[in-house]
C-alpha cells in the first residue's frame, strides 16, 4: 500500500502546512509550548497507554519514525493541530464560533481516525470512533480551559 509507513508524514506535512497557511508567525511562537505540551506530550501518553497499555488502538505501518510502536510524525502533528486550534479560539470570540472549533476538531480527528482504520493502519479492540470522539473533545475542552484561565479568552462572551 502507497500510504504504508508515511501517513504519519503525509498528516504532519498537512497540519503543518493548514498551521503556516492560517497561523500568524509571532502566534505561532506564542502557541508553541502549549502545541508541544498539549499536542506531542499528550499525543505521546495518549498512544502509550491506548495502545502500549491497554491495547484499545494499533497502529500497523503508519510511521516511518516510531518508538515503542508509538509513531512519532503522526503523534507529533498534533503540536501544529493544537497551535492552529488555540490560534482560533483566541481569534473568534462568539459562543458559536468558539463551540464549532471545540467541536470541529475532535471530529476531525475521527475522520483521520477513519481514514486510517479505512486503509489498515489502525485497528480498533473494544474501542469505536464514539470513543476517540469523546476522548479527543476532553483534550480540546482541557485546553480550551488552560486558555481561559490563563487569561488568554479575554472577550469570551461578550459578543
Do not use: C
Not at 506531542?40 to 494499533?58: R, S
Not at 486550534?85 to 462568539?94: D, E, I
Not at 481514514?115 to 485546553?143: E, K, P, R
Amino acid at each position: 500500500m502507497i500510504l504504508d509507513n508515511f501517513a504519519g508524514g503525509l498528516i504532519l506535512f498537512i497540519s503543518l502546512f493548514f498551521m503556516f497557511l492560517v497561523v500568524p508567525e509571532q502566534k505561532i511562537k506564542e502557541f508553541f509550548s502549549i502545541g508541544l505540551v498539549g499536542g506531542l506530550v499528550l499525543a505521546l501518553i495518549l498512544v502509550y497507554l491506548m495502545q502500549n497499555m491497554f491495547g484499545f488502538w494499533n497502529f500497523h505501518n503508519v510511521d516511518i519514525v516510531t518508538i515503542g510502536d508509538i509513531p512519532l510524525l503522526l503523534s507529533a502533528a498534533w503540536i501544529p493541530t493544537i497551535i492552529i486550534f488555540s490560534y482560533l479560539l483566541v481569534k473568534f470570540k462568539t459562543t458559536s464560533a468558539i463551540s464549532s472549533i471545540i467541536l470541529g476538531f475532535p471530529l476531525a480527528a475521527v475522520v483521520v481516525h477513519y481514514f486510517l482504520i479505512d486503509y489498515q493502519l489502525l485497528s480498533y479492540a473494544n474501542w469505536n470512533l464514539l470513543y476517540t470522539f469523546l476522548v479527543s473533545l476532553s483534550i480540546h475542552l482541557g485546553i480550551a480551559y488552560y486558555l481561559y484561565r490563563t487569561n488568554q479568552l479575554l472577550n469570551f462572551n461578550e459578543n
